[in-house]
């Protein structure tokens, strides 16, 4: 038998080499030469890359990559070298993969990372990565701030048993659309409150200085609705300084951050001027949402005592508090999650469709009429009339093909697999960058044509591998706010496009990394009256 089946097959079941262990030819096994495989082949257990592709797993050593220098790995060619530049990390990606094809591993501070650029190598990981998937940080700093500040990790900064106890206790809140929709009266009324400010503080040219931020204080007045259904007024022309010093501390987190990166990690010694930068900011952004976890929690005490609980009041925080699986460090940390993620993700998502708006009038003008067949120009948008616009849904995944908001899916393997011909072993943290592959023609049709269609019924996303394109991850470890993110885009988009005509008159807007990819450019949209 052929030693790279024996040897696939022990990876995943030691005891099945002995029921294949018939006498075969010493070639490439093939679906017709084992019973057994092909089972395991029908129900997706193995993928034909597993075993059927390779004479015999390459070692992990073998996976090609740039050397560097010993522990340093790469780290000297994102300080002085080639990619120094690390607002454009994306390009060393790119490199990687146009120079070591679609597997490579780099090694930066001590730290290696196998990075893979194939959507059938995704399928392997996310068919064997079981009921608990294990995943690396994305903000270490956050992760380490928690730590010290003896707060619940929350969500994305645990793994195992602990994961998997924190989320089971919101999945029904967070995960399922019909929970979701409760929320869209707070959804209305922020945006249409915030599409009032945009006509209020348009220029001559129809501009908004500083839009970028108004769209910071719009996330965080939204999701203060749906965390603790109040209002900061963080939307008022006299916003207080809190709302700026807010936006200010997560800008500064995630900037700070994308600095440790590429630095050693010198902090966790002795606290650095770039950890205690990040400590300040974090107390203050931390410190704010745990107070307005605390001010909620005692008013839902205080009706609770009274009697006066209803069930469409505090929905969020009152079902957290529900939760015998949670502590009140769990809940604090899950509501701060919410209330202010949606700054570093939802809000560049919104600028860039702002953007490819403006960059395609016909796009925008075939949404135009879609939202009028659909939705009145006055009152609330609701969840009926969100389902009936499928344009617009194809409109925000298209444009995640084209401005991604994270580089890569990042899992910590638990057991080992064989990828790409090559055994990758348990404990590798491995990055799926699927945004290389986003404007191939091997994988899209018409890859530079912004082309909404493709993700209509008909269109050629049935051409389209499933698990090439996945802007919330996949699987278990999907992103918990996926459904308030995109409600909040398909509502303030649809409420944008009733009222303005979005025109865009400077440079092609590009993207820089920071830790997530936010533009590269300040977000001066034309808001011009529509008729």
């Not at 490579?104 to 608990?132: C, N």
């Not at 809140?173 to 869209?184: F, G, I, K, T």
């Not at 991850?473 to 992103?479: A, E, F, K, L, Q």
């Not at 509502?491 to 990394?513: C, D």
């Amino acid at each position: 038998m052929n030693v790279s089946h024996v040897y696939s097959l022990r990876l995943y079941n030691k005891h099945l080499v002995t029921v294949c262990g018939s006498a075969l030819p010493i070639l490439r096994p093939t679906a017709s030469q084992c019973c057994v495989c092909r089972r395991l082949r029908s129900t997706g257990v193995f993928q034909s890359d597993d075993f059927t592709t390779v004479k015999a797993p390459k070692p992990f050593r073998d996976i090609p990559g740039p050397r560097g220098l010993p522990y340093l790995g790469s780290l000297l060619d994102h300080r002085i070298g080639r990619f120094k530049n690390v607002d454009k990390y994306q390009d060393s990606l790119i490199w990687l993969h146009d120079k070591y094809g679609k597997i490579a591993k780099k090694t930066l501070a001590g730290k290696t990372t196998v990075h893979i650029f194939d959507p059938d190598y995704f399928r392997t990981v996310y068919q064997h990565e079981g009921r608990i998937p294990y995943i690396p940080p994305l903000l270490e700093s956050v992760q380490l701030y928690r730590r010290k500040r003896d707060m619940s990790p929350g969500l994305g900064f645990t793994n195992g048993e602990e994961w998997y106890r924190l989320r089971t206790a919101v999945q029904k809140l967070m995960m399922r659309p019909h929970e979701v929709y409760a929320y869209l009266p707070f959804t209305n009324q922020v945006a249409s409150e915030f599409v009032d400010k945009i006509e209020n503080l348009r220029n001559e040219d129809g501009e908004v200085k500083d839009f970028e931020i108004e769209m910071a204080k719009w996330s965080l007045e939204s999701a203060a609705m749906n965390c603790f259904e109040t209002r900061l007024g963080y939307l008022d022309n006299s916003a207080s300084a809190e709302a700026n010093r807010m936006v200010n501390s997560n800008t500064v987190l995630f900037e700070k951050s994308t600095k440790m990166k590429f630095l050693l990690p010198l902090h966790k010694l002795v606290t650095t001027p770039t950890w205690k930068t990040i400590l300040d900011s974090e107390d203050f952004f931390a410190g704010t949402g745990c107070r307005l976890v605390e001010e909620t929690a005692k008013k839902i005490q205080t009706l609770v005592d009274e009697d006066k609980l209803t069930e469409n009041k505090y929905m969020f925080l009152a079902y957290l508090l529900t939760q015998k699986e949670l502590s009140f460090k769990d809940v604090t940390t899950i509501t701060l999650s919410l209330f202010g993620d949606g700054l570093s993700t939802t809000v560049p998502a919104a600028l860039f469709n702002l953007y490819c708006l403006a960059a395609h009038p016909n796009v925008q003008q075939t949404l135009v009429e879609e939202i009028r067949a659909v939705v009145p120009q006055q009152g609330e948008i609701t969840a009926q009339m969100i389902q009936k616009m499928p344009y617009l849904k194809a409109f925000v995944k298209e444009t995640f093909r084209f401005y991604p908001i994270g580089l890569e899916v990042s899992r910590s393997l638990q057991k080992d697999l064989v990828i790409g011909g090559y055994h990758v072993p348990a404990g590798t943290q491995l990055e799926m960058n699927n945004f290389v592959l986003f404007k191939k023609p091997e994988y899209f049709h018409e890859p530079e044509t912004f082309l909404p269609e493709r993700w209509l019924r008909g269109g050629s996303a049935h051409n389209i591998h499933p698990f090439l394109l996945t802007p919330f991850s996949h699987g278990p470890r999907m992103c918990a706010g996926r459904r308030f993110a995109e409600q909040d885009l398909y509502v303030l988009l649809t409420k944008v496009l009733q009222r303005f005509q979005v025109k865009w008159h400077h440079k092609e807007m590009g993207q820089r990394y920071q830790v997530l990819m936010v533009p590269d450019c300040p977000a001066r949209f034309s808001f011009a009256d529509r008729t």
